[in-house]
Every structure is written in C-alpha cells, then in structure tokens.
C-alpha cells in the first residue's frame, strides 16, 4: 500500500528559499539530490550566526569566543553522534564520506593489513568506498574481491556470503547504492562479516539523510555519511567508529590539535575522536550540520522517508508508463534515487533538454564506473527526492521527457 505523507512539503519549501527560483524562465525542479541536497535557511542562518557572533578557534583559548566556539563544534559533534545512536566520542568530523572511507583505509588499513589479506566490496560501490581501498590494497599487498549483483540489480547476497572466510579482514559497503537506489541489508552483512572475524564498514551518504540510521541496531564497525547531502553545508561530514577500534587505530593525519605531547623526538595523540582530527577544524560547517540535522529530526527520518517513498512509487508509475522508459534496478526495496534509460536519448543530452526546462537531474557515471559496466552502459539519466520534491515535480520530470522525445522526432 502506498504510505500517506505526512510531512507539510508546503511549508517544507518555503524554507529553501533556492527553491523559489527559475531557471530558463522555468521554476526550479530539483532532482539531483543523490548529488547534493539543497539548504533550508535555518542552516546558512546557524553558519552565518555563528561566524557573525561566535567565531574564533576551537581547543586553544581561555577567552570567551574560543569557549563559545569550542562549545558548538562539541555541541555539533553531540548532536551529530546522537543523530546515527553512536556516542559522542566516537563521531570524527571529516569533509565528508570520501575522507571518512579514506580515514579507515589509510590508518585501520595500513596498521592491519597483510599480504593476502582480503577486502570485500560490492560491484555497486561509489568510488570513494573502491578507490581508497585500492590504494591501501597496493601498499599493503592486500587484495579486493567484489560481490556481484543478482539478474534484478540487488546486492546478491549468497555470492557475498560465499566470498567472505578466513582472510576475509573488511567488508566495505554501502547502505544505500546512488545508482540502483536499493538498500542493502546492512546489519546482515555486518554479522556475516563478525562471524568471519572481519569488520564491517558502511557508506551512508545516501542513507543517512533519508533513513534513521542506528549504528548499534546495524552492528558495523565503522559508519561514513556527509553533511551536504543531509541538507547540511559541504565540507563537512563525519567517520562513526567503535571507540575501542579508534583507540587502536594509528593517526590519519599529524599536525596541532590530535596531540597531547610533542618532543623533537616523537609526539603523543589526543584522546579520540581528536587524534583524528589535525588542524583547525571546519566549526562553522559543524555548527551547519548540527542546525540540519535538528532540522530533519524535528520534520522525522520516518516521515521523510514515508514522503520520499510516496512519491518514488508515484514517479515509478507514471515513469514505467512512458514508451522507451527502462529502469535500473529493482521496483521494490529502494529508495528515491531513479536512475533510467530513455529511448535512443543519451543521458547527458536528456539532461541538458531537461535542464531548459529547468528540471534538474544527473547524468554520467555517478562515480559507479565498475556498476556501469556491469550494467553495459556507460552513462544512466539519474532523478533523485528528497523531503522537498512533490507529484508536481514529477509530473514536470514526465512531461520533460515528453518533450524531449518529441525533440528527438520519437525513438529509432
Ligand atoms: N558514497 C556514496 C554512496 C555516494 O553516493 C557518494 C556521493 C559518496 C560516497 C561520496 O560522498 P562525498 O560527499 O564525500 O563526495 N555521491 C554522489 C553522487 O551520486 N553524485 O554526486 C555525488
């Protein structure tokens, strides 16, 4: 049965005031949120509030500003923590996703991998849960090995089991895919993986903004998201990692703020999360993400969710009517993110009709080069919803592809 929305996404929009503007005489549609989500003023008010009043370096001083400032980047990392049910101590801000995934790799990865070692990934991963991986791999003398997909383009499960045993030391993967918007039994995999002995990381960068997410209900080890797709600033996300893996885990980085001692003849670190977390950090980004993301928790991850499912099955209705309409992935055990084919078109060229319409989606390889292969393509039209996006929307999506079927003179 298709859930009843109960989110107001009138009132919704006028809190993005980007969502009022025109774009070639059209009104904005935006569809590209697996790329990047939009901000409600709420958000650039708490950055810009905080560095016309609060602003100077976090950890350093005695004076008033320092305090206030090192109270909202811990605030944030409270908060942020609480977000995904981990503990405060165990949440490092990062830029995002990437540098969460590049953080494991580098310091988990260069500490306790070995020659023959193995890392298990999906043939759906971003390249930023690959390509860190990849490089740990050559250092180290460790290998990836990949589950495959089944014939309808979910996580095939068995062959992931099949591929896990007793050199297996990570399983990578995402919880949601940005391409085949399928959700992957995460909690599953994860147990599978302890079984094993190994550890279990999971990209949420397109799960968190839209699922509530419970680091102790998934079990993993390790959990990555980013704040700009959250409806939070860029520059700014967070690593999740069981304190006691943290604790061992060498720095990712050196410099001020993740010492606690340093001789010419060698340093000490701070405590985690700090000891990785070198440099002044991004606080008018944590102060941003933390308005966001009591933003979403006030709105509900359950309600939001409930919309977006709402509204993805309306637009795979009207979609799948279209002649020369060819979904990637699965109807069912998905969320928002629809990636297509349409007729002869490419995808970059419906984009580009669909943008003088002022609809906004993506085209290309959405950083999925090894998916795309798999799939025989080398390019999908992706749209994507989030909380904002209403039937209207998709009705000017369909009506776009209309028109740019019609551009084309029909399909060979
Ligand atoms: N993992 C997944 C599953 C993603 O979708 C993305 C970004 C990332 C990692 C990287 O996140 P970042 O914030 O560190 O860049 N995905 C996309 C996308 O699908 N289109 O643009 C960015």
Redesign the pocket.
């Known amino acids: 049965m298709t859930p009843i929305s109960t989110l107001d996404v009138t009132k919704i929009r006028q809190d993005f005031p980007i969502l009022q503007r025109k774009i070639h005489g059209h009104p904005l549609v935006y569809l590209d949120n ?3 989500s939009q901000k409600p003023a709420v958000v650039v008010a708490a950055v810009s509030g905080y560095f016309l009043n609060s602003h100077a370096n976090v950890h350093r001083g005695a004076h008033q500003l320092s305090v206030e400032a090192t109270d909202a980047y811990e605030s944030a990392r409270a908060v942020v923590a609480d977000f995904i049910g981990g503990r405060t101590k165990e949440l490092v801000f990062t ?5 969460s995934i590049n953080l494991v790799a580098a310091s988990w990865g260069g500490a306790n991998l070995r020659e023959g070692d193995e890392i298990l990934l999906t043939l759906m991963e ?1 390249h ?2 690959l390509v860190p991986w990849q490089l740990i791999a050559a250092r180290t003398g460790a290998r990836l090995r990949f589950a495959g997909l089944t014939a309808d383009a979910r996580l095939d499960l068995e062959d992931l089991a099949a591929k896990i045993g007793p050199r297996t030391r990570m399983v990578a993967v ?1 919880h ?3 391409t085949l918007g399928v959700v992957n039994p995460v909690a599953e995999i994860t147990a599978l993986a302890h079984e094993a002995g190994a550890l279990c990381l999971v ?1 949420g ?2 799960a968190a903004p839209h699922l509530d997410v419970d680091v102790s209900e998934i079990g993993c080890d390790f959990y990555a998201f ?1 704040g ?2 959250m409806c939070g600033p860029t520059g700014i ?1 967070a690593l999740w990692g069981r304190k006691e893996l943290l604790e061992e885990m060498p720095p990712y980085q050196g410099g001020g703020e993740m010492i606690s001692e340093v001789r010419l003849d060698g340093s000490s670190w701070a405590a985690v999360p700090h000891k990785f977390e070198a440099g002044t950090p991004s606080v008018g980004d944590a102060v941003g993400l933390r308005a966001a993301v009591r933003y979403l928790t006030r709105l509900g991850l359950d309600e939001i969710h409930q919309h977006e499912t709402m509204l993805t099955e309306y637009a795979l209705d009207r979609l799948t009517e279209l002649d020369g309409f060819d979904l990637f992935g699965p109807r069912t055990g998905r969320v928002g993110v629809i990636s297509f084919r349409y007729g002869d078109i490419h995808a970059h060229d419906l984009a580009t009709i669909l943008d003088a319409h002022g609809i906004a989606i ?1 085209a290309g390889h ?2 999925n080069q090894p998916l795309m292969n798999h799939l025989g393509v080398d390019a999908t039209a992706r749209a994507s919803v989030y909380l904002y996006n209403t039937h209207e929307e998709i009705d000017a999506l369909v009506e776009g592809l209309l028109a740019a079927r019609k551009l084309f003179g029909g399909f060979a």
């Open positions: 697996a790329a990047s830029r995002g996703t990437t540098e971003h930023s849960n995402t949601v895919s940005n990209d960068a397109q980013s700009h797709k996300g993506r959405h950083c």
